[in-house]
């Protein structure tokens, strides 16, 4: 089904900002409600937004599935690699980065770079799940 060119303009006009309030999640999880999950599902929806609007070929283009697949490869290595940087220096996923006022950016320790990769493996893998639903609906 085609969409109407209001449809498509508004599309292109929410995504960057639901992209913008995801990488905010990422970064300032750790200090508020939210965090790498959340972030993972707005970045998500970012995309299907778009795939539902202007057409799952369109977007793959942009989007391309190899892409999807190694940036939800690269972002679980990340975290394994977490959890076994944490070992060296007390126990599995141990906080070993200090630092940081209260409540600031850098507080968080390992925290900040958790919440992007979680939200960058959860993002990964729904779009990935949404291009195979595809397929498999483009099939029929």
Same mark, same amino acid.
């Given at each position: 089904? $085609?969409? #109407?060119?209001?449809? !498509? #303009?508004?599309? %292109?006009?929410?995504?960057? *900002?639901?992209?913008? /309030?995801?990488? /905010?999640?990422? #970064? /300032?999880?750790?200090?508020?409600?939210?965090?790498?999950?959340?972030?993972?599902?707005?970045?998500?929806?970012?995309?299907? @937004?778009?795939?539902?609007?202007?057409?799952? %070929? +369109?977007? +793959? $283009?942009?989007? $391309?599935?190899?892409?999807?697949?190694?940036?939800?490869?690269?972002?679980?290595?990340?975290?394994? =690699?977490?959890?076994? @940087?944490?070992?060296?220096?007390?126990? =599995? *996923? /141990?906080?070993?980065? !200090?630092?940081?006022?209260?409540?600031?950016?850098?507080?968080?320790?390992?925290?900040?770079?958790?919440?992007?990769? &979680?939200?960058? $493996? &959860?993002?990964?893998?729904? #779009? =990935?799940?949404?291009?195979? @639903?595809? +397929?498999?609906?483009? +099939?029929?």
């Amino acid at each position: 089904m $085609k969409m #109407t060119p209001i449809v !498509r #303009t508004t599309t %292109k006009l929410v995504s960057p *900002f639901l992209v913008t /309030y995801s990488v /905010y999640l990422m #970064t /300032y999880g750790h200090l508020s409600p939210g965090g790498g999950f959340q972030a993972g599902v707005i970045l998500a929806v970012s995309i299907v @937004l778009l795939i539902t609007s202007h057409g799952y %070929k +369109r977007v +793959r $283009k942009t989007f $391309k599935f190899w892409e999807v697949q190694l940036i939800e490869g690269i972002s679980g290595a990340f975290l394994v =690699f977490l959890g076994i @940087l944490g070992v060296f220096f007390g126990n =599995f *996923f /141990y906080n070993f980065l !200090r630092g940081g006022d209260v409540g600031a950016l850098l507080s968080g320790g390992i925290v900040p770079l958790f919440n992007i990769g &979680v939200a960058l $493996k &959860v993002g990964a893998a729904f #779009t =990935f799940m949404f291009y195979i @639903l595809l +397929r498999w609906v483009e +099939r029929d």
